[in-house]
């Protein structure tokens, strides 16, 4: 007692200058000389690290991460200096962490791009960028008219005993359908979020399936869907040339089928003139009593889509940041960790009748009480970059992990149709010695009570036993699947090079292209979890003879 009494004051000094030198980082980080930065950048995966990354990069700054705008340049430049930050090298061949491509902007010809639809001798008062617009993904073709069947919401679900199509023949004909999906008790649409059965490529792939020659969705407001108002002014799509090697303009992301959305106004008369009504024929979906598809006597589609011809020049940026392997054997062999940084910008501005693209992210503030206008993306997908730069940061403390070189990778142009990756397997796949495998990171961060899927396409059955007992071994539970054509991320443009990838994503959910998915609705503590899970999946492979 005597002994702690001569040290109490020794250590009440101590505690005295801890507190204070701690008081002084926050209060003057500028003088600190960077040690807030030492203070808290450790070589362990931790989830205060990874809600800063995600609070900056979702901050309204950014104002959305837009592709080829100043925020989505500024989350570039983030990325940059925690790759240099953590010692990661260029990678072989570039003298820059950047790799920049060219994404061109092309809107639809409005000669040569209508829908008019026909029920009886009755026209609908459909009007292109007010209640009807293309999909950006649609496909071309030339005006034709034909036969309509509606068709559900457009889904077939063996696993949920559900088929739209069942006993139609769609040859030939124009298929409409419904947005989303039922909410049916005791399948999988009852879970949370949507399942890839409710995305619009997924619907159009079916009906391609079924012989349908085109898609009319009717939309209406649904939790975790784009505000219908934003597609239903959408003109506009993608890609990463104007032309392509054979001349013809490149289609990036998108199908083949002419696609159309329209109001769920537009929904309402269509089935007042069939003599239905669109919300009881809803109910009886979602209550599981399905009449199928069905033809509609005298209905008639009139369409066509074509896009125009002068694109808009749009700069962007990939970031990259490499750590060489240690094992002159294995080094050779890379394992690429990606993620996209881009997300979908703002909504048209209050104040002005242009889209907002990023033009006050850097410092400008707004004046006066607005309107919430920015799209944050902070599942979506600041998640998946701030669980890249963790782990980036985890593999270069310790070299001797890594046998095998890594690759850590951020896309852009992800939400324009996956450009950003495929702009990066154009110019840069054929540099790479070998790839071992990808690891795509994409919405890692919501859905706490949900497993994470692992989406893998082209690997082994030793790869996929591993993932379940690293799974187990990190009280993870890991939601193993086969991805199909209907499961997209940058993931995809390597896989379709028959290079082995796995896709982690934490699911879908209300916020999903919203205005609220903002930084404080992440579960960090659970996405602390879900990242040690994939550092301990790669150390193994790492290490794999």
């Avoid at 706490?448 to 990190?474: H, K, M, Y």
């Avoid at 443009?493 to 994503?505: A, E, K, L, Y």
């Amino acid at each position: 007692m005597k002994r702690m009494q001569g040290l109490l004051p020794f250590l009440t000094a101590g505690l005295f200058f801890s507190v204070f030198s701690l008081l002084y980082i926050f209060t003057f980080p500028a003088q600190s000389g960077g040690l807030l930065g030492k203070v808290f950048s450790r070589p362990e995966i931790n989830s205060y690290e990874l809600a800063e990354h995600v609070k900056y990069l979702a901050s309204d700054g950014l104002g959305g991460r837009l592709a080829g705008t100043p925020g989505a340049a500024l989350a570039e430049d983030y990325v940059a200096s925690a790759f240099a930050r953590e010692g990661l090298k260029f990678m072989p061949g570039e003298n820059s962490y950047f790799l920049e491509f060219d994404l061109y902007r092309t809107g639809f010809d409005s000669r040569l791009t209508s829908l008019g639809i026909f029920i009886a001798g009755r026209t609908l008062p459909l009007k292109v960028n007010g209640n009807t617009a293309p999909l950006p993904l649609s496909g071309e073709g030339p005006r034709k008219e034909s036969e309509m069947v509606f068709a559900g919401y457009g889904i077939t679900a063996p696993e949920a005993g559900w088929d739209d199509y069942r006993g139609t023949d769609m040859g030939g004909k124009t298929v409409i359908l419904l947005r989303g999906e039922p909410d049916l008790p005791g399948t999988v649409f009852e879970e949370a979020g949507y399942t890839k059965h409710a995305q619009f490529g997924a619907k159009i792939e079916n009906a391609k399936n079924h012989g349908a020659t085109a898609v009319i969705v009717i939309l209406y407001d649904a939790p975790g869907f784009p505000n219908p108002d934003e597609l239903l002014a959408s003109f506009a799509g993608y890609s990463i040339s104007p032309f392509g090697e054979s001349g013809e303009e490149n289609p990036g992301l998108k199908y083949s089928l002419p696609c159309f959305v329209v109001s769920e106004q537009i929904g309402n008369m269509y089935f007042e003139n069939i003599g239905e009504n669109i919300d009881l024929v809803r109910k009886g979906l979602d209550a599981g009593r399905q009449a199928g598809s069905f033809d509609v006597p005298g209905a008639i589609a009139s369409l066509g889509v074509g896009r125009a011809r002068e694109p808009e020049r749009i700069a962007c940026r990939n970031v990259v940041g490499f750590l060489p392997g240690t094992d002159p054997e294995s080094a050779n062999e890379w394992i690429l960790v990606t993620a996209h940084h881009d997300h979908i910008g703002t909504k048209p501005s209050p104040w002005s009748n242009e889209v907002f693209r990023g033009r006050s992210a850097g410092g400008a503030e707004y004046s006066g009480e607005t309107a919430d206008i920015i799209y944050n993306g902070a599942d979506d997908n600041a998640s998946g970059v701030a669980g890249v730069l963790e782990l980036a940061g985890a593999f270069a403390e310790d070299p001797s992990r890594r046998k095998r070189s890594m690759l850590f990778v951020t896309f852009s142009a992800e939400e324009e149709g996956l450009l950003g990756s495929e702009a990066f397997v154009r110019s840069r796949l054929a540099r790479i010695p070998a790839i071992k495998l990808v690891c795509n990171l994409d919405m890692i961060g919501r859905n706490p009570d949900r497993g994470l899927s692992a989406l893998a396409r082209d690997v082994t059955a030793t790869r996929t036993e591993l993932l379940r007992r690293t799974g187990i071994e990190n009280n993870i539970q890991v939601l193993q699947e086969t991805a199909g054509k209907d499961y997209y991320s940058d993931d995809f443009n390597f896989s379709r090079n028959n290079i082995p990838t796995i896709f982690f994503f934490s699911g879908l959910h209300a916020d999903y292209h919203g205005l609220d998915d903002e930084w404080d609705r992440i579960d960090y503590g659970v996405m602390e979890k879900r990242v040690r899970f994939v550092q301990a999946l790669l150390l193994e492979i790492l290490q794999e003879p």
